[in-house]
């Protein structure tokens, strides 16, 4: 079974300008969720989709960050424009339900914001 | 505003000892808690999951969790060079909607 795919794996860009990270969950995984883990800190959600439904997203900075999730499959996060501060590395994660205890960890995207 | 919270460490234990690793939250209606293992430049993976009051046990680890004192731990049996990693608790909020992770504790066992 192949696991939760993200793309790319690296990202460096300058303050300002606009990013987006691309996410595939594992096959059936009606649960897809967006963390932010900043060096040294636990992952903080970002965002929770149900199939291709918004469940939280109260920790996302709504005036630069957007995502979605068409179809209920693949998911795109975006930042724009990027601050030094969102310097982090963007994990995506995926359950077979929001029910289902265990999440399964994308490699992440590591963003570097200059 | 719920928090698990944490000893960064880094905790230094040799090989072969038990590693104590512990964890507090304030949301006193939460049911689940969860171990998650990272390696350096690595994404989170589970390790143990655990909802009731007690012990655990799985292989050389064991979660124990008191729900009155609003406490989990992770203890970790001969420790091995390999369990060397960053160990983050994560428990599922009372509204059970969402997982919040601590901010993680990073282990390093010595030879």
């Known amino acids: 079974e192949a696991g939760v795919a993200q793309s790319p794996r690296y990202k460096i860009i300058e303050k300002r300008q606009s990013v987006a990270f691309w996410c595939n969950p594992i096959s059936g995984h009606a649960t897809l969720y967006w963390y932010q883990q900043i060096l040294g800190q636990g992952p903080k959600l970002l965002i929770q989709f149900q199939n291709n439904g918004v469940v939280d997203d109260s920790q996302l900075p709504k005036d630069r960050f957007s995502a979605e999730r068409l179809k209920g499959v693949d998911s795109t996060l975006k930042i724009q424009p990027a601050k030094l501060e969102d310097s982090a590395v963007y994990l995506c994660a995926s359950s077979p339900s929001s029910t289902y205890n265990e999440q399964f960890f994308g490699p992440g995207t590591r963003l570097t914001v200059l | 505003q719920k928090e698990v919270e944490q000893n960064s460490g880094p905790l230094s234990v040799p090989e072969g000892a038990i590693a104590s690793l512990n964890c507090t939250y304030s949301?006193?209606?939460?049911?689940?808690f969860f171990w998650y293992r990272q390696y350096s430049g690595k994404s989170p993976e589970l390790i143990m999951s655990?909802?009731?009051?007690g012990d655990k046990e799985d292989g050389r680890f064991t979660a124990q969790l008191n729900k009155a004192s609003q406490y989990v731990s992770l203890l970790i049996r001969d420790s091995q060079p390999s369990d060397s990693a960053t160990y983050l608790c994560?428990?599922?909020?009372?509204?059970?909607?969402?997982?919040?992770f601590g901010s993680g504790t990073r282990l390093s066992i010595r030879p």
């Open positions: 994560a428990v599922m909020d009372s509204s059970a909607s969402k997982i919040i």
């Open positions: 655990i909802y009731s009051n």
């Open positions: 949301d006193r209606g939460s049911q689940s």
